[in-house]
């Protein structure tokens, strides 16, 4: 930051508005930098601990500011709504000794209900202002069904993969079709997400992205699969680089191990 202000003074740059024609260009940019540095603190990418909590809080700042002057830009409020109802579970996604906490096995009642009720009075203001609900707008509509749920067991998975359909139509991208592949997993099966999974392996886009075998691990860990979950577990294992998700990733594996290796002694 020092250098950049430094450069900035030198060349003599000054900072000016965007015009109209510039304004959306310029505005996306600034949302995709903050739900960036939001989703590094959420689940960062190295280190040893699987989050930053500073680095949500102050994406949540930066998202209240650009709400405040973007007042009827939906897609501002929807990422604003998406940070709000995601940190709203941040207390609940590390256990005692800082492990990670899968939303599955996550403790509802620690959630933030400040947050949540935050959110989503957020996405009651982008219904009130109509128009096309955009990507952002689109996921925290995903992250409002979560939070609505107050047992794991009462997530309307139905409606967050019609969601995702909707979604992976107005922003497509290998991630969310994994995302989707998930949400189809919970709705329909196992066997259903794995058909959306499997090819993603494919995609240039995703080949070191160690999810991307986390998730192929835990459906056929489902499907009873253990031994192919194992080798998928132990890649998502040697793609991360964080810690905690590491040794995540390597207790998985060790666990179907020891249920393929019951198998074959049958």
């Known amino acids: 930051m020092v250098r950049a202000k430094r ?12 015009g109209p024609a510039e304004r959306p260009a310029r505005l996306a940019a600034v949302r995709e930098v903050i739900y960036l540095v939001f989703n590094e603190g959420y689940s960062a990418t190295s280190g040893d601990s699987w989050m930053r ?17 973007t007042p009827h830009d939906t897609e501002s409020l929807g990422l604003l709504a998406l940070m709000e109802l995601q940190a709203s579970r941040l207390k609940a996604r590390t256990g005692p000794d800082g492990e990670p906490v899968l939303l599955m096995d996550q403790d509802r009642t620690r959630w933030d209900h400040l947050l949540i009720r935050r959110g ?6 982008i219904d009130q202002l109509g128009g096309t609900a955009g990507p952002y707008a689109m996921q925290a509509a995903i992250a409002a069904c979560h939070a609505r749920a107050t047992a794991t067991e009462d997530t309307d998975w139905v409606r967050i993969a019609a969601l995702y359909d909707g ?10 079709e994994l995302n989707r592949g ?85």
Do not use: W
């Open 7 to 18: 450069t900035l003074s030198a060349a003599n740059i000054r900072f000016e508005l965007p």
């Open 167 to 176: 979604l992976a139509q107005i922003s497509p991208s290998p991630v969310i």
């Open 182 to 266: 998930v949400a189809i997993a919970q709705a329909f099966g196992p066997q259903a997400g794995l058909d959306i999974v499997l090819p993603l392996f494919e995609a240039a886009e995703l080949r070191q992205y160690h999810l991307l075998p986390a998730v192929a691990g835990d459906l056929l860990c489902r499907t009873g699969e253990h031994g192919r979950a194992r080798k998928h577990f132990l890649q998502a294992a040697s793609l991360t680089s964080n810690t905690r998700e590491r040794t995540t990733m390597q207790r998985r594996a060790a666990e179907c191990a020891a249920k393929h290796a019951g198998e074959s002694s049958e």
């Open 120 to 125: 989503l009075a957020t996405l009651e203001r």
């Open 53 to 69: 909590t500073d680095l949500c809080a102050e994406a949540l700042r930066l998202g209240r500011m650009l709400a405040s002057l």
